[in-house]
Every structure is written in C-alpha cells, then in structure tokens.
C-alpha cells in the first residue's frame, strides 16, 4: 500500500489525541517518575504488540527473549511499551513487567502501526518519554523524534516469496525509517541486501536463540505427562515438527515421507506434528494424514510452550524440520539443545544454523526427506557424534550472547 492511496488512509482509524498518553515526562504506568537514569546507562524504549504472546511465533519468541535480557541489564534503562491489548495472554504477560517502567497505549499496535503509514504524528518517543533508542524487535516503521530507532528483520525472503506487495512496502518503510537493522542470519542478510540494496550500511548481526530452560534436562515427571498429553504411550517413539500450518512449512511432504517408512506406517514410529493454522492450511495436513493408512499414529495437538515443549524434545527420536523459507529456525537450535538429531532442509537459513550436526535433504523431495530420516535412523553412532556436535552449536545461540550484540550494536550506532 503506498502512500498516496488516500482512501486506504481515511478507513485507518486516528488516535483519539485526548486518549493519548501524555508526552511531557519519563513516567511509568502508574504515572510516577522513575528518575533520570545513571549518566552511564542507555536509555533504551522496547515497543513491540504483545498480543503477539498469543500462541508467540519465533518472531514473538525474539521480541520476549530480548526484553527478558535488557530488563536485567545494569547498562541497560529499559522502559516497555505496546499498544493496547486484548488477549489474555498478553495482559498476563503485561502483569509480570509491573517492576519496569511500562505504557499501555490506547490505541491497538496493528492500529498505530496502520497511521503511521500516513502521519508521522505523534512520534513514539513523544507518547513513551525520552531515549537514545527506540528498540522494535520487528519490522515496524515507528516515527521518532529525538531517538534513534532500531529495528530487528527476521524473514526477508517470506516477506518477498510468500507476502503480498504491501508487506515488501511495508519493510521498505520500516528498514528506510530505521537507523539500525538488526539481522537474525547470515542468509537474511544477504536476502536484505539484495532486496533492499540501500540498506547495506546499517545492517548488524543479532541472532535469534533459545530460552535458557532448553539447555536444562527436562525432569522424568514432565516426560511422562508429555507423552499423556500428547496421546502416546510409553516407550513409543516419534518424530517431532515444531511449526505451524503456513504452506512454506512444507508438512504435507514430511507426512507423506515419514509415512514412507516401514516403521511409521506400521504405527511403531509415530509422528508428532507440535503447531496450527487456519482452516486452508490445515486441511492438506489433515489429507496427508489420511491418505497415510489406519496404523500410522500422527498426532496434531497444537502448540507447546515453556517446559512442556522441552518435554516433547526430550522424549523423541529427532526433529524433522523441511521448511522451504527459513531466515532462521529457533527450533532447531532448542532441539541440538535438548539432545536430539536434527534433519532439515538443505536450504535457506537451515544449514546455517544445524551447522555440521544437522541431517540434510532436498525439501521439495519426499524420497530425499524419508532416505535422510532413514540414515538418521539406522546410523547409530554418527546419530550420537552429531548430538554431540549439535549441543555445542546450540550453546551459541543464548539470549544473553544475543542480547550483548545488541546492546553493543546500539551502542557503536550505525556505520
């Protein structure tokens, strides 16, 4: 959508300026004054939509990890905004930040963000209270006044393969406005780059990782009520996919690949498949699932979070991970972390980040995805090398790693 579509402009709604927060002091949400911060200290406003912690995509997952980590920073004064929520998992998440300077603005996210296309007015700094940086973990295109804005991109190639052309208008905007372009990857770098050339002097490597709980062993208890949870019996093994529904994830293929196999057609070797989706996604799942045979047990439970999900790593064989668009791939790195073998596609972002301990094969080729998962499967003692490696590749991507090339991005500023 471009800026001279005047009649998409007069359907957004503009903030009600008398229900706006008012500008003129570094207050927090109760209205009282938090003091200046230490002269050595940088003064950095997180704004993200947090409605997104419902059913948080790795997007989501980015955004928490990186407010977790500055909200215990010495170096760090952090104060927190997002626009007005509705879910119930973003007003409890909002609960737990009480001890953080914190605005809750009036107006939606998605709808601030939809007149900021048009106005530049009123900036975010204006509404929040002053800093040196305004800090969006997403791709928003936020008007500043006195601050400089950081943005973080996580998936170029998404925006460019499988969106619309207002969203490669919609990230033109955002990296243009920006000072800084925080890139999860290598390979959504290079995808930056290209598609977005004058953007190449502002661009900075931060990472995405896992919470730190992956890197704990999940307890016998949370094992054994994963497998209740997940309608498996004890010692049945399966394979695990962590995604949801989109197409790009490429699910129809995996089923139709591990479905391939003796052992899971047999119902011996069951596959659990930890995402959702709307409807028209879903449904070619659900044919795929269906034209594997009765004995085959597939399991689509939804998503799992927290300790439950390193449960779910925990108890299976490997991860199965065939995306055809990937800028970076959190679960992979929460799996190596949790000891199992990972098998991925062989494009994108993925052997970026599996490194030398992932299992490849060509994504678009069932018969490439079920030889790979049957070398991983058989191959016994180069299965055990490869945790090993990947636990050591995991070990990299921590949020405290990630959050110290941030905080030192800003600090050196653009180039």
């Known amino acids: 959508m471009g800026a001279g579509t005047s009649s998409a402009a007069l359907s957004v709604p503009a903030p009600d300026e008398a229900s706006l927060p008012v500008p003129a002091a570094d207050l927090d949400q109760d209205g009282r004054t938090d003091g200046p911060p230490r002269a050595s200290t940088m003064r950095i406003l997180w704004f993200y939509d947090l409605d997104g912690c419902h059913g948080p995509t790795g997007v989501t997952r980015h955004a928490l990890g990186q407010l977790e980590c500055l909200a215990r920073r010495e170096d760090v004064s952090l104060r927190v905004a997002t626009g007005r929520m509705v879910q119930p998992d973003g007003l409890a998440y909002w609960a737990t930040l009480e001890r953080l300077p914190r605005r809750e603005l009036p107006v939606r996210t998605r709808q601030l963000l939809r007149w900021w296309r048009f106005s530049d007015w009123p900036t975010i700094d204006a509404l929040c209270g002053p800093a040196d940086w305004v800090y969006c973990p997403a791709e928003y295109a936020v008007p500043v006044r006195s601050a400089r804005l950081a943005v973080t991109s996580h998936d170029v190639l998404q925006g460019l393969r499988y969106s619309p052309q207002r969203t490669r208008e919609r990230l033109a905007a955002a990296y243009d406005r920006a000072d800084l372009i925080l890139s999860v990857s290598g390979f959504n770098t290079g995808r930056l780059a290209e598609a977005f050339p004058a953007c190449r002097d502002k661009v900075v490597y931060v990472p995405n990782a896992a919470e730190d709980l992956f890197f704990d062993p999940a307890t016998p208890s949370e094992r054994e009520r994963v497998r209740q949870d997940l309608g498996l019996p004890a010692g049945m093994p399966y394979l695990i996919s962590v995604a949801n529904f989109q197409p790009r994830k490429n699910l129809p293929r995996l089923v139709q690949a591990a479905t391939s196999l003796p052992e899971v057609a047999a119902g011996d070797l069951a596959l659990v498949l930890l995402g959702t989706g ?49 800028s970076f791939g959190i679960p992979v790195v929460e799996a190596m972390a949790q000891g199992i073998p990972a098998a991925l596609a062989d494009s994108t972002a993925l052997p970026e980040i599996g490194g030398a301990a992932g299992w490849y094969f060509d994504p678009l080729s069932p018969d490439s995805i079920a030889a790979t998962l049957r070398q991983l499967l058989d191959r016994h003692e180069e299965r055990d090398r490869r945790i090993a490696v990947g636990r050591a590749i995991a070990a990299r991507f921590r949020w405290q790693a990630a959050s110290d090339r941030l905080v030192r991005a800003l600090a050196d500023g653009p180039s």
């Open 278 to 326: 709307a409807e028209a996604e879903a449904r070619p799942l659900r044919e795929a699932v269906a034209a594997a045979g009765k004995r085959a047990v597939v399991r689509m439970p939804g998503y799992r979070q927290g300790e439950a999900l390193r449960a779910a790593y925990a108890e299976a064989v490997a991860l199965v991970f065939p995306s055809l668009c990937e």
